[in-house]
């Protein structure tokens, strides 16, 4: 099969940070039997015919007709090897868990994003009724369901109503809390209703604030505060031994600004941001940010509370670290959190942000399938950055 059309596809979306960001998406192209999926780990801004897995659509699709066991652990643990043993021979990497959703439609190319523009309206409280109220017939919207073959499985059935009541398949799934799916036989005409949505929401929401060059209408008493911030922030670092990386713009400005205007942002809005950004930033005062001292009873309290160090920790008024073991962890961790920022913006227009909830939050930080993503997608960016 040649994969240069979804190569170039993936590579085009890849490389526009309003559709893609660290958290990424996959794309796929079938043919005949075969459907070529992009790899777990696999960056879709660089990807090359290599970073895709190659399996047999027969196969994935069978999954559907076997009995599975009702303990979701049991159930995936099968699924996945199932879609392993579904790859074609040679094949060696990993398939993306959303594979069987790519499977499903009976298209050729399948790009599959979680755009902050997007996500504003599927993050939203209005997300079910406003999808349907924009979109009408064209396009499938879900409640939130846990990724992986439950996922798979309820978007089989409202694909096999659609085909029941005589209409033409759908081309556009949208997911709450997660993201949307495209599909259609042609390149251009995957664009196209990328292009489509992307100016249907455009009309509906604010545009997101200018940048103001906040850094640099601070008072020199601003300033010194702020530097006490990063020596603390710095200080922290070495005893956590972990790496942070610094972030603020307009916009997270706006959500810096008390504890109460960061209420949006305080849960996470899509599995991407907990693997990458984690379930739940630290929000502190500039007080609490005063001294390396003081930031340690912070980081403590928040780690007895939700047993994990904060990947994010916000600081009112000055800006956001990302903490990672590494500069590209804690760097991803402020690029994730900023596109949650956007995410919140947009939701404004749509009756306000509908946050992950609580069961799901928990079923994802415990996912092995994720903890394995998020590890190889480090790998990758170091491996990248030594080139
Ligand atoms: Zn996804």
């Not at 559709?19 to 192209?29: I, K, R």
């Not at 074609?88 to 993306?96: D, I, K, N, V």
């Not at 956590?240 to 809005?269: D, G, H, I, Q």
């Not at 913006?345 to 749509?350: E, L, T």
Request: with cysteine; net charge neutral; glycine share 6%.
């Amino acid at each position: 099969m040649n994969l240069d059309p979804i190569v170039q596809l993936s590579r085009n979306f890849g490389s526009n940070p309003d559709y893609v960001l660290a958290g990424g998406g996959n794309t796929s192209q079938k043919e005949g039997d075969f459907i070529a999926i992009k790899a777990s780990g696999v960056q879709l801004g660089t990807i090359d015919a290599a970073g895709f897995v190659r399996l047999s659509l027969s196969k994935l699709t069978a999954l559907f007709n076997i009995e599975l066991p009702s303990n979701s652990d049991e159930r995936e643990k099968i699924v996945l090897e199932k879609m392993l043993a579904a790859r074609l021979p040679g094949q060696t990497m990993r398939p993306s868990v959303e594979t069987l959703l790519h499977a499903l439609f009976p298209f050729r190319f399948v790009v599959h994003l979680h755009p902050a523009l997007i996500n504003g309206l599927l993050c939203s409280r209005e997300a079910l009724s406003a999808a349907q109220a924009l979109f009408g017939s064209e396009a499938a919207v879900l409640p939130y369901i846990t990724p992986g073959y439950t996922l798979a499985d309820a978007v089989r059935r409202i694909f096999e109503t659609r085909t029941l009541s005589g209409q033409s398949p759908y081309k556009i799934l949208f997911l709450q809390n997660h993201g949307v799916f495209v599909a259609a036989d042609t390149a251009e005409e995957i664009k196209a209703l990328y292009d489509h949505i992307f100016a249907t929401l455009k009309a509906k929401v604010n545009a997101l604030p200018a940048e103001d060059k906040v850094a640099e209408s601070v008072s020199a008493e601003e300033k010194v505060l702020r530097s006490k911030v990063h020596t603390a922030v710095e200080a922290c670092s070495t005893k956590f031994n972990v790496r942070f990386f610094f972030t603020l713009n307009s916009l997270l400005n706006r959500f810096l600004a008390s504890p109460e205007a960061f209420l949006p942002l305080s849960a996470p809005f899509t599995p991407d941001h907990i693997v990458y950004a984690g379930a739940w930033p630290l929000f502190v005062t500039q007080h609490q940010a005063q001294t390396s001292e003081h930031l340690e009873v912070q980081i403590n309290a928040h780690h007895a509370r939700h047993g994990e160090l904060p990947k994010v920790l916000a600081v009112q008024g000055v800006g956001i670290f990302g903490l990672g073991k590494d500069i590209a962890a804690a760097e991803r961790a402020c690029l994730l959190f900023t596109d949650a920022a956007k995410i919140a913006w947009y939701a404004q227009s749509f009756g306000g942000v509908h946050s992950m909830e609580s069961p799901d939050i928990e079923f994802i930080r415990n996912w092995e399938v994720e903890k394995y993503r998020s590890s190889i997608a480090s790998k990758n960016n170091i491996a990248a950055s030594k080139q």
